[in-house]
């Protein structure tokens, strides 16, 4: 088993402690970003997707030409590309990189952001309509001949891609999500699986739901998990929890402001409790208690009304490194992991925390370890 580590793209200086940082997309930030990650040595950099963002097929281009080793993994809203069109910009962006593309998709959790792009389905035909679109997109990448399809959310007719095909022959399709529909898209379908972090018996649950419908779905192989989380770390134990409780009530200033127009990734999170089954469980494991198993740390979820992945890992390196690792053992073969400050937290995991986790990976042959 190999273990390999997952970033996020950031194309501004603005955190989620500063919205007001940066704007935009900024070249120069962008360009010390994508070098400080590789240099960290991380091996993919999610960019993601709202209705505000940035393009991420575009910045990921970029980010081809500007590093040589590390894999934009594209986050995709199947409402917002034809599959045949986004199969060849996959594909294109594969060949550009020299075979580094990878894709996320996103089948939407929030009805209110999905419709400020026209998506009116509900959860269970979003998910149908991911499943659908996940099959195109492999047809596209590996069938030679023109083919027709008829289904329920595409028909098209005498399809093919040509030339423009995956360097490898296909790329990787990542699935995320915590219901049962995600659990039976995603076993089924997906080459990776993308969980937030919860406590280690929650996400032994759920890999275990994902593992059943591959299973239920006749696969031989099953699909490699993805956990997420927030690390916070200083020299010390002592240091590193004031340090998350700064952050913390950091985060109580900026969500409880107005929310901000400018553009920033990190508006201030709607009203009630959230409509998504990730964020609504996130929330209840916080209810159950602040500190789960070595170091998981629960109340940014609480401040943020979990939007997004926002569960924290907080200690020393050692601590955090010894963490990631249960997740390893159950089961998880790639680690997201992002801070607070982007920039100089990515730059502190590649210093403190990744090589860590690698020796040790190193030590316990034969298990295989990510490059570095």
Partial sequence: MSVEFISATFANAATELDPGAGSGVDPAYLRRYVRALEDAGFDHTLLAYSSTSFD???????ITQLTERI????????????????ARKLATLDQLSGGRAGVHIISGGQPAEQAREGDRLDKVARYARSEEYIGILRRAWTEPAPFDHAGEHYAFEDFTAGDIRPVHGTIPVSVGGSSPEAYRVGGRLGDIFGLWGEPLADTREQIDAVYTQARLAGRTDRPRIWVTFRPIIAATEELAWEKAHGILAALQRSHAAPERTHGSHYPKPGAGRPQNVGSQRLLDIAARGEVHDRALWTPTATATNAKGASTALVGTPETVAAAILDYIDLGAELVSIRGYDNLHDAIDYGRYVLPLVRQELARRRPVAVGSS
């Fill in 71 to 86: 894999k934009p993994l594209i986050a995709l809203r199947p409402n917002t590309v034809h599959p045949t069109v986004a």
């Fill in 56 to 62: 991420p097929f575009t910045v990921a281009g970029a």
